[in-house]
């Protein structure tokens, strides 16, 4: 169950519902859930989450080139964000065992291109 503080922080950070606040809390997997509390706590002035480990200088180089290299030759329309995210989720896994979650997995109420 979502606690109640944290329901009423996610409505303050979105403007949702705070049926929509709880379900999102209630329905996230415990990495995810942790994430968007700790989310709401260090990134109040922002209306879009990122995952916290994108805060970590040790992980700032990493991060920033994670899939760069692997998707140089592509071009860049709509929808390029996902498989930009995806190569990035994939290598940080492989290669560093990062768990980093996607701004859409951050920011589940929102939808991106």
């Known amino acids: 169950m979502a606690h109640p503080d944290s329901v009423m922080q996610l409505r ?3 403007g949702l519902p705070v049926n929509a606040c709880k379900q999102i809390l209630e329905g996230a ?6 994430k968007i509390v700790d ?5 109040s002035d922002s209306q879009l989450f990122h ?12 991060l920033a080139a994670a899939a760069d ?3 140089s030759d592509r ?3 709509i929808g390029f964000c996902h498989q930009y995210w995806a190569v990035k989720k994939r290598i940080l ?3 560093y065992d990062v768990n980093w ?13």
Not at 29 to 34: M, Q
Not at 39 to 43: D, G, V
Request: net charge negative.
């Open 12 to 14: 303050r950070a979105t």
């Open 51 to 62: 995952d916290p480990i994108e805060d970590d200088p040790t992980f700032a180089e990493i």
């Open 93 to 95: 896994k492989e290669q």
């Open 101 to 113: 979650l996607t701004p859409r997995e951050m920011n589940p109420w929102i939808t991106f291109d």
């Open 39 to 43: 989310a709401m706590e260090s990134q």
């Open 75 to 77: 071009p860049r329309g």
């Open 69 to 71: 290299l692997e998707l």
């Open 29 to 34: 997997e415990p990495d995810l859930h942790a």
